[in-house]
């Protein structure tokens, strides 16, 4: 580790006394861990793969058993979604318990390890039943009293980056986690806000920069989510293919049998024969830049 | 190309009524031209490597010398280059007129083509003698009447993304080059500017997005520099990799023989050695991407 | 209501899906409403000021004296306050139950109503029994778990912008607590982030350009907060004047008596003379550009 | 001024090397001169008024004979204007040298001073002939050689600020006109542009904090032209109110007889009602914070 950053964000002092359990210790310190049997920070990267809502039990169980047999290390899928407005409809709503439910008969279908988001501590324990990673959104990234919570139950935890957060917040959260002894914390980057004058047509900007920034502070493994931030299937695999090419220590995806008529945003997932694809091009890539393997 | 983007900067519209040249007529429309015997949007990606400025004429023969023997397509360097104040002193300076004649020195010596940036049309002649492609500074993208009077010379042209600049305004810049004739227009992107509080703790966050994007609607050739983006010599071989991971169509380089002594920025280039390395990655991860060499 | 709005944004739409009882249903539609005696919405513009954090009980019954002369219509101060790290100090701490304890104490002794945060639901009976109103903070404008809990308790219910979001998510939360039955919200503007490279040398950049723009589509009151956008107390006055000149329905401002002193953000509060003066002068221009008064 | 400042991008040594020209010498500091008879820094708070493009002779004069009766001091109007995409059609066009003879009838008929934009330094003569003011537009903030060009010419300088544009780099820019002697600088702010995730329904957000930000650090007056920030006449006048109350020595509005019609951005000019008021309210302001006057 330098002396010095580049930026004035995060100072050698932060790394002491604001994030001291998530600073390395050492240049080559890195956190490795095993969830479900599959290892962070090592070897392996591991790919998160599913839609972004539970939609209906069939839904997860086609999307599981596919995922599963081009080789991601973990189902993903949302049960419970924080929404920006309090108005739901048929199409586009929670599944909630029953999401849940339908996660848990995929995962023992299909012997696939699950994670998925938790927004309120009152469903710990429902959540906590199936997910092997328990997800905090975006948008609870500053909730520390339900990051906390969490942190609790010793599952392992997977911490989103608000669009709007800096990496020195981030590990702040991350903080958080570890201050009660549980180690399984992972960083999920899916895309910063950026004034509407420098965008190159998409919603958000996947921060791809913050993949060797984070390894030069902290010893957590560090993942990113290319379909969030481009919210364009056809950017998907260039920016899939990015992530392990900056180093990512593993990547989330979105996928769907059936893209077009995916119950939220539609234009971003990608389907299960890009999905193969992908996996296997991934794969060549982190060979060749880190010698880790994804299949 | 889709009927539709994602965000609603460029529309299809646009396509048609505001960059009509620089658009892709059909989904596999792609320019393919030599520079100096190397080929742009083909199956070579090609590299520009040196210093930030032309410090010395002992400083760029020895640049010269060693990029073009790692495998470098182009000679860069500024002898121009805007400064945000007037006052100049030592070491921090313009070689100007000395700069150009040095490169021409190099250029001669070790047989390898040169790129430098143009800032004011009274010099086009002596930069046109020594420059096989005009660099427009982020600064002057939306320089018209220098990008006009640049593109009449029938010089190929590079023009650097404003930091704060969309791709719809940017091929705007590119639609002034085309529009005089001149066929021969690369993009490059260099970082934009984000709000301090997503930093992940430098100056600027490179685009990799972009390079998708301006793909699917330009025919143009696209290329990164993540130098100056990341501003941190640490970050450039990762970003580097990334770029060829996006699909770019070539990569400028900031190299310079004793980068703590860089005249400016000095935490942002990287030695020959780095330079030697990272031309043999990227040169694996562009055959296993795209099947295009760099050596 | 004109039948488009300069940006995508916000459309028509919107205001009948998304927000429909935030949204206004005629061009004069206005929220009036009274808490603690003060009349929000109508022709006084109410004041509410007090220390970032209440840190002692003398402080407090200090503060609450000297702003309730100068004729400040609520006391704020925060007992609980999301912290970006899970370390505290002797000096940068919460107070928590006893900052309740004293709030109380100050509005006993000195008559004038206290605006307090809530941070978690767990505490909504301690804080409800002093507070006039919640305040939820920046961080949990997306915590819908949080914000549905207290518009059930039927207090009135201020939610500070996040420094990333938009007019349109802000609303989202406000529809949160109106959806309950809940009518007496009110939103605080406080800044948003900006890139590093357009700041005018703050953290934050207060936009006042959302006070005629949240008064266009929403009949709720809206209140600025200039201290925390300034950061800086030299700014604070011109501020404080220009959200009243834009039309703010409120003023939230940072008043300490020693502000070299305060716990948190030293650089920000203003002391009691600046406070006395500044009320004086928005009290001349809310009355020449609305006929409103302060005093 | 004060020993430090809130954020890190602009220090004390700036003040010594970067620009010393343009920093204040002490607290009160503050360059006072005339143009045309008018005042800037002192007792008056000029008012440019005119429309986007001198689109006709009959508009020009139309306008020159109203604003100058509201009041207003300087006839705005561009001839010359820097369009993103090279192609032009019969509404939205230059007039160029024809604008520039239409402007100097409107000027000598109704004996108002003109400002209006250069964006070549082959017009500097042409343009010199009628306008008082010349005007640095926001996409050539550094296009130094134009700058340095037309501060030769000692005619008065504004300097429109860039959206991506810090006061530092701003301050830059003015520099490169003091050290050519020009003493005669006024900065303009026009708006910067924000993620759009926090806008409030607007292509740019008027920075009003610049104000008092730039009236710590330099003597030169600082004027605000909330028009083209907003882009929504709606909210031309609580911007307008608001940048006199934030302290600013001038104000620019976009005034057109026929607002619907105007030949660019017709959401944006108030009618010849509007200003009419609004010099009034604006005056009334300005004598109650800082006995200034401008009618």
Known sequence: MDNKFPGKDISIEDLKTKFPLAAKKNKNHKSKFKIAGVEFGGNTIPV?????????????????????????HFLRGGAFKP?????????????????IKWL????????IPVITEIMEEKYLDLVCDVADILQIGSRN???????????????????????GSS?????????????????KVILCERGVSVPHTHRSTSRFLLDLQVVPAAQEVTHLPIIVDPSHATFWRQWVRPMALASIASGADGVMLEVHPDPHNSAVDPLQPIDFKEFRNLMKEMNIISNQISKRRIL
Chains 1, 2, 3, 4 share one sequence.
């Not at 920006?84 to 318990?97: A, H, I, M, Q, S």
């Not at 990496?167 to 180690?183: M, P, Q, S």
């Open 167 to 183: 990496l020195r917040d981030w590990l702040g959260a991350a903080e958080y986690v570890l201050i009660e002894g549980n180690k």
């Open 141 to 163: 990234m500053q909730n520390y009293p339900l990051i906390t919570a969490c942190a609790k139950t010793k599952k392992p935890i997977m911490i989103k980056r608000h669009y």
């Open 48 to 72: 998160f793969a599913g839609p972004n809502m539970v939609e209906s039990k069939k839904l997860i169980l086609d999307v599981a058993k596919n995922v599963k047999s081009s080789g991601a």
């Open 104 to 111: 848990a008969e995929a995962k023992d279908k299909y012997n």
């Open 83 to 99: 929404l920006t407005f309090p108005y739901r409809n048929k199409k586009y709503n929670e599944t909630r318990e029953d999401g």
